[in-house]
Structures are given as C-alpha cells and as structure tokens.
C-alpha cells in the first residue's frame, strides 16, 4: 500500500542527488546525529531535574523552560535530516523492520514529550503567571524514565551503511 509512495520518494531531486553523491549522505548523517546528541542532552538535562539528581537549585520549571529550545531545534534538524535521508533509500526503509520500529518510536517520543513530560514539568496558573504548580509531585521519576526510553533505541542505525566510497 505504501510502497510505491516510498518508491517516489527516491526518485524524487534530492533522493537522487543523495544517492548519487558520494559525500552528501555521510555530512547529512553527521548533522543528523549531531542533532540527536543535542536532543539527548536537553531530554537528559530536564530527566536528570524530574529524578532530582542534577541541577537541584533551579526549580523544574526553569530547567523545563530553558531546555525547550535546544529540544524543539534539534527535533527539527532531525526531523529535516532524517527525511533527506529516507529519500535517498526509501525503498530500503520500506522493508526494514528497524526503521518501522524506529518511526513509531519517535512518533510515540513525540506525543510523549509534548504532552505527558510537559504537563509534568511545569503547569503556570493563568491568572498569576509567577506561580508555579509542581503536577503531580509523585510521577515525575516515572516520566523522567519513561522520557529518556526511547532516545536509548533512537541512535541504532536501520542497517549498517557503508557510505565510503573509494574513487578511483
């Protein structure tokens, strides 16, 4: 049902220039993962806070509001990375079991994060924008563990990929 799209999507400009480079998929990878070290450290940062074991000065709100950015960035590059880089082997992916599992893994890190993880870091009062809520006390350890789950499995390579080649 879903193959001839992923079948497009390799044939599209940039799948095709991808594929044919022999240098754009390696620097496209390098910034891809550089961007999931980054997501790592800012999902690390506020987990680290929930568990109370870092940054225990500032409340988990700042901690929250502060690492949000550098979250939401680098989601971003990843999301664009990942995507030139699917377009280069769509096909592949298509039939990868890795790739499946990795897609609704990070479809499930999304909708985690920008609602459960959320409402636990910070809930501000409408009327009184200073005063802060801690929601709920309890599960915060719990949301800090389950929050940092699925970057554990995020960095395993599809398959492994060797984007060397030799000229001449």
């Known amino acids: 049902m879903l193959l001839p799209y992923f079948q497009w999507f390799e044939t599209t400009t940039i799948g095709t220039a991808i594929k044919n480079s022999s240098w754009a998929f390696a620097v496209i990878e390098s910034v891809h993962l550089l961007a999931l070290a980054v997501i790592g450290g800012a999902v690390l940062m506020l987990d680290l806070r929930l568990l109370g074991l870092g ?35 769509a096909t592949k992916c298509y039939y990868s ?16 994060t ?28 719990f949301v800090a563990s389950v929050g940092s789950a699925p970057s554990v499995g995020a960095p395993v390579p599809d398959e492994p990929r060797n984007s060397f080649r030799p000229s001449g």
């Open 55 to 89: 940054l225990r000065r500032q409340p988990i709100p700042e901690v929250a509001r502060e690492a949000q950015p550098w979250l939401v960035g680098s989601l971003i590059v990843m999301l664009i990375t990942g995507f030139a880089l699917f377009s280069s082997e």
């Open 97 to 112: 079991t890795p790739f499946w599992v990795k897609m609704t893994s990070l479809a499930l890190a999304m909708a985690f």
């Open 114 to 141: 920008f609602t459960v993880r959320r409402r636990v870091s910070v809930v501000a009062i409408r009327d009184r924008p200073s005063a802060i809520i801690y929601w709920p006390p309890r599960p915060r350890p």
